[in-house]
């Protein structure tokens, strides 16, 4: 039988994550976006991460059409 899930080991993850969203939002306003802009390209990041490609098909390698 599977261990059973450790949740400090979810709240480590999401912490690194919101780490990560962090540093990508900075970025962007580093890269001379307005915040609005930094916004809208890390809430898509987020996203991105959160559901993929929805139009990949299973089995696919790559994003290619």
Not at 14 to 30: D, K, N, Q, T
Not at 47 to 58: D, Q, S, V
């Amino acid at each position: 039988m599977a261990d059973s899930p450790n949740p400090k080991d979810l709240i480590n993850g999401l912490g690194a994550i919101a780490e990560m969203m962090l540093v990508f939002y900075r970025a962007c306003l580093g890269a001379k976006a307005t915040e609005q802009e930094a916004l809208k390209l890390t809430q898509a990041y987020i996203a991105a991460l959160t559901y993929g490609n929805p139009n990949r098909k299973k089995g696919d390698k790559d994003n290619e059409k």
